[in-house]
């Protein structure tokens, strides 16, 4: 065998196992979020909204009210037509993650199974593509694999992928989108590419329709794509510049960044921006009915829409305008509520996002205090409790705190493109919660950002590889690293 023929060998079993143990990885994730998952079987939290708002979109293709009472009926498989009232709800979330809801309801029924089992197979795909991503921006499958599993492992992201709540939805389509703008660059980066344009570009493509979906899921998806919009167009702006210079041609200058950013643009946010419309596909359907309850004003937060709402426009492309104009009103009227109509409301579990890198209030899910003694084997005169606690593995988060703080040091020192990814995801999935922290907020909000928290400890460990010149110095990185896993499993 020739050391060509080995080489050859050694990079196509490399390649396997880098699909193997991720895809390993993900299904461990996968059967621990599945177990049980019915329980408790009722609508838990906020539950009450998505996994009903789901199960009017698959009946009536659009989001209804219930009727008061609704959730004890369903808890106790008692639903009918006749729970929902026929007008259209205020919702404050677009449909796209409540699509997501509804398939698992349509196939497995309009129980807590149901609602919830879409949210289990997101999140081990999750799981899944961010052991991918970090073996393709470190090169090793097994820190690829180590990143999986402390996502697997995360009490967070474990209670949130057993919810048929949006945040776990929302977490799945970013990284899903970073992962392909990480995959563009390295094809991009592959020889000969930088030699000329290509106005549009698969894996760009990829990312533009997971922002979408992002957006699509909860709004605060436009931020993460707007940074990382940006952040690719700066990629590759530096890459080509660079280019140019190993081979001595004139800098293009302003130019370069054009012939970067305006396919870019097109690509990305023109093809996100068509995604999002598409999830509002029901309310553009059913305009009228939302025109009817909220188009002639609606409480203090919507002024009437327009006299278009007492004289429709005739003719298709005029229905078309109408619809359009009420999805805007639609979004100003949810914007000022979101905005200022919450500012005097308040909930036990709200917390300040100063906290939410460290754990700082946990949210309790669902809580039993009063069961039978005989349930956890204490003396017959006492009594137990249980509880779903959203809280993240303070081993996980308290370390991930730290390892941003070295990501943005390591960034700043070397300008190292792969420390901009966890800096720039958790910046622009925390801080502009700071501007909303005036209304009640969740800690679990944090979810979307958990992954580049990982991330960051990720590169942190493969720098320590890199750095590792002995074998025994190799050995010492991983075995803390490994004791470092063992602590978040425990």
Same mark, same amino acid.
């Given at each position: 065998?020739?050391?060509?023929?080995?080489?050859?060998?050694?990079?196509?079993?490399?390649?396997?196992? &880098?699909?193997?143990?991720?895809?390993?990885?993900?299904?461990?994730?996968? +059967?621990?979020?599945?177990?049980?998952?019915?329980?408790?079987?009722?609508?838990?939290?906020?539950?009450?909204?998505?996994?009903?708002?789901?199960?009017?979109?698959?009946?009536?293709?659009?989001?209804?009210?219930?009727?008061?009472?609704?959730?004890?009926?369903?808890?106790?498989?008692?639903? @009918?037509?006749?729970?929902?009232?026929?007008?259209?709800?205020?919702?404050?979330?677009?449909?796209?993650?409540?699509?997501?809801?509804?398939?698992?309801? @349509?196939?497995?029924?309009?129980?807590?199974?149901?609602?919830?089992?879409?949210?289990?197979?997101?999140?081990?795909?999750?799981?899944?593509?961010?052991?991918?991503?970090?073996?393709?921006?470190? &090169?090793?499958?097994?820190? =690829?694999?180590?990143?999986?599993?402390?996502?697997?492992?995360?009490?967070? #992201?474990?209670?949130?992928?057993?919810?048929?709540?949006?945040?776990?939805?929302?977490?799945?389509?970013?990284?899903?989108?970073?992962?392909?703008?990480?995959?563009?660059?390295?094809?991009?980066?592959?020889?000969?590419?930088?030699?000329?344009?290509?106005?549009?570009?698969?894996?760009?493509?990829?990312? &533009?329709?997971?922002?979408?979906?992002?957006?699509?899921?909860?709004? /605060?998806?436009?931020?993460?794509?707007?940074?990382?919009?940006?952040?690719?167009?700066?990629?590759? +702006?530096?890459?080509?510049?660079?280019?140019?210079?190993?081979?001595?041609?004139?800098?293009?200058?302003?130019?370069?960044?054009?012939?970067?950013?305006?396919?870019?643009?097109?690509?990305?946010?023109?093809?996100?921006?068509?995604?999002?419309?598409?999830?509002?596909?029901?309310?553009?359907? #059913?305009?009228?009915?939302?025109?009817?309850?909220?188009?002639?004003?609606?409480?203090?937060?919507?002024?009437?829409?327009?006299?278009?709402? /007492?004289?429709?426009?005739?003719?298709?492309?005029?229905?078309?305008?109408?619809?359009?104009?009420?999805?805007?009103?639609?979004?100003?009227?949810?914007?000022?509520?979101?905005?200022?109509?919450? /500012?005097?409301?308040?909930?036990?579990?709200?917390? /300040?996002?100063? =906290?939410?890198?460290?754990?700082?209030?946990?949210?309790?899910?669902?809580?039993?205090?009063?069961?039978?003694?005989?349930?956890?084997?204490?003396?017959?005169?006492? @009594?137990?409790?249980?509880?779903?606690?959203?809280?993240?593995? !303070?081993?996980?988060?308290?370390?991930?705190?730290?390892?941003?703080?070295?990501?943005?040091?390591?960034?700043?020192?070397?300008?190292?493109?792969?420390?901009?990814? !966890?800096?720039?995801? +958790?910046?622009?999935?925390?801080?502009?919660?700071?501007?909303?922290?005036?209304?009640?907020?969740?800690?679990?909000?944090?979810?979307?950002?958990?992954?580049?928290?990982?991330?960051?400890?990720?590169?942190?460990?493969?720098?320590? +590889?890199?750095?590792?010149?002995?074998?025994?110095?190799?050995?010492?990185?991983?075995?803390?690293?490994?004791?470092?896993?063992?602590?978040?499993?425990?």
């Amino acid at each position: 065998m020739t050391a060509l023929t080995r080489l050859s060998l050694r990079q196509v079993s490399d390649r396997a196992w &880098g699909w193997i143990g991720p895809i390993g990885v993900a299904i461990l994730a996968f +059967v621990l979020r599945v177990w049980n998952v019915g329980y408790p079987h009722k609508l838990a939290f906020d539950e009450t909204y998505y996994a009903k708002d789901a199960w009017s979109l698959l009946h009536h293709g659009y989001v209804q009210d219930w009727v008061e009472g609704a959730n004890k009926q369903i808890a106790a498989g008692h639903y @009918s037509g006749k729970l929902m009232t026929g007008d259209p709800s205020w919702i404050v979330h677009p449909d796209g993650g409540k699509w997501l809801i509804a398939i698992g309801e @349509s196939i497995f029924g309009f129980n807590s199974f149901g609602w919830r089992i879409s949210a289990v197979v997101v999140g081990a795909l999750t799981v899944l593509v961010l052991a991918r991503l970090v073996r393709r921006l470190t &090169g090793s499958t097994a820190i =690829g694999c180590f990143a999986g599993l402390l996502l697997c492992f995360d009490g967070m #992201h474990f209670v949130m992928s057993r919810l048929g709540l949006l945040d776990v939805f929302l977490t799945f389509w970013v990284v899903c989108a970073v992962a392909c703008l990480v995959a563009d660059r390295d094809w991009l980066l592959r020889e000969g590419r930088l030699v000329r344009y290509r106005p549009f570009r698969p894996w760009q493509l990829g990312a &533009g329709g997971c922002f979408g979906m992002a957006c699509g899921t909860k709004w /605060n998806g436009i931020f993460v794509l707007a940074a990382f919009g940006l952040l690719a167009v700066i990629w590759e +702006v530096l890459a080509r510049r660079r280019a140019r210079k190993d081979l001595d041609l004139a800098p293009r200058g302003f130019r370069t960044t054009l012939a970067v950013g305006i396919p870019a643009f097109l690509s990305i946010v023109v093809v996100a921006f068509a995604v999002y419309l598409a999830t509002w596909t029901g309310f553009l359907i #059913h305009h009228q009915a939302f025109e009817a309850r909220f188009g002639r004003g609606y409480g203090d937060y919507s002024a009437p829409w327009g006299a278009y709402v /007492n004289h429709p426009a005739t003719g298709f492309l005029g229905g078309t305008r109408d619809a359009f104009r009420s999805l805007w009103h639609f979004h100003v009227m949810t914007y000022n509520f979101s905005a200022h109509g919450l /500012n005097s409301a308040n909930h036990p579990y709200q917390s /300040n996002p100063w =906290g939410w890198l460290v754990m700082e209030r946990p949210v309790a899910v669902d809580a039993q205090n009063t069961l039978p003694a005989a349930s956890c084997g204490v003396p017959a005169t006492s @009594s137990c409790m249980r509880e779903v606690l959203i809280l993240g593995n !303070p081993m996980l988060w308290w370390t991930g705190a730290l390892a941003l703080l070295a990501a943005i040091v390591a960034w700043i020192a070397s300008f190292d493109r792969r420390w901009g990814i !966890p800096v720039v995801g +958790v910046a622009v999935s925390w801080l502009p919660w700071f501007f909303f922290d005036h209304r009640p907020i969740f800690s679990y909000y944090a979810v979307a950002f958990l992954p580049f928290t990982i991330i960051a400890i990720a590169l942190i460990v493969n720098g320590m +590889v890199q750095a590792a010149g002995t074998p025994r110095q190799l050995y010492a990185v991983s075995l803390i690293s490994g004791a470092f896993l063992v602590a978040v499993v425990v």
